[in-house]
């Protein structure tokens, strides 16, 4: 491994960074202490090496043999927020939802809102496409700063990310370093109360104090992922430590003592359900990565 003035950890145990709290161990961790020190680990790292950006891990599953590689994780320094020209922010990869959603309410800068719902940082809202209530990243963003797999620096405009749902075409192994976002001017106190209704809709339709990994599968055409999941008669249905939510049929949920292959395999298993009952072909929202199996 590259000589670096981050952090660098081997057979690193990374379940615990991951909303499921399941999975198998990052052959290394790397968690630079700024954009330099990423520039130059990707620069000397060996080409073949393949590399993964990891951020709150709530829109993950980390299969139970680990991920190869290295997991590269943005920490504070990437996790700061500022006004950049009139009703924008430019905001580092590592900033949550809630910050960039509270910065932007105390500009004065509406549009920003929904980004207090989504569990995750800039960087995974500019590689997913997050969205929520009506509004996507790709309808604010105007820029994102990456680190393409090779250490070089580069500057992606949102046409050049090429959105759809919940997909871009960010580079294999480009890590987002910060984020341009752009509002429209607003009043504090109007865009705290569409926080505040935001967060209550997700406080009462979400099981958000479980173990679990936010939307599991894409919403197909025309429809909900939850209302075929609940019409195949999936509500509840359990692999393992692994459940569907109760609460929410989008929602996979950690019982206790699940592993990554129960939880995978629940997820298959109601896509195949869903196929038998009404014919739609549910795809996975939720990314899964590393090992199926442990390392010999």
């Known amino acids: 491994m590259p000589a670096v ?43 073949e090496v393949p590399v993964m950006g990891l951020g709150l891990g709530s829109n993950m599953i980390v299969r139970d043999g680990g991920v190869p590689g290295v997991v590269i994780k943005l920490g504070k320094p990437f996790a700061t927020v500022s006004e950049e020209g009139e009703h924008r922010l430019r905001c580092g990869g590592a900033a949550h939802g809630i910050l960039v959603s509270s910065a932007a309410r105390d500009a004065g800068i509406s549009g920003l809102e929904f980004m207090r719902s989504i569990p995750g940082t800039v960087g995974g809202y500019v590689r997913m496409n997050g969205g929520a209530y009506g509004t996507e990243t790709c309808d604010v963003l105007i820029e994102a700063e990456v680190v393409l797999r090779d250490g070089t620096p580069k500057t992606l405009s949102c046409e050049d990310l090429g959105y759809s749902y919940r997909h871009s075409e960010l580079p294999e192994g480009a890590i987002v370093v910060s984020a341009l976002f752009e509002g429209a001017a607003g009043d504090p106190e109007a865009i705290q109360a569409e926080m505040d209704r935001i967060a209550e809709a997700r406080e009462q339709s979400q099981p958000l104090r479980t173990k679990t990994g936010g939307s599991t599968f894409k919403n197909p055409e025309g429809t909900s992922a939850w209302k075929e999941v609940d019409a195949a008669g999936c509500r509840g249905l359990k692999n393992g430590g692994a459940q569907v939510s109760e609460k929410h049929t989008n929602f996979l949920i950690n019982t206790g003592d699940a592993t990554a292959a129960d939880i995978e ?3 298959d298993e109601v896509r195949r359900r869903v196929k038998e009952h009404s014919g739609v072909e549910l795809e996975w929202e939720i990314q899964r990565v590393g090992r199926k199996e442990k390392k010999a």
């Not at 052959?27 to 790292?45: C, G, K, S």
Request: proline share 7%.
């Open 265 to 267: 395999g629940l997820g």
């Open 5 to 47: 003035r981050g952090k660098l950890t081997q057979d690193a145990p990374i379940a615990k960074l991951t909303w499921f709290k399941v999975g198998g161990a990052a052959d290394w961790l790397f968690e630079p202490a700024d954009v330099e020190d990423l520039q130059h680990f990707l620069r000397e790292l060996d080409p």
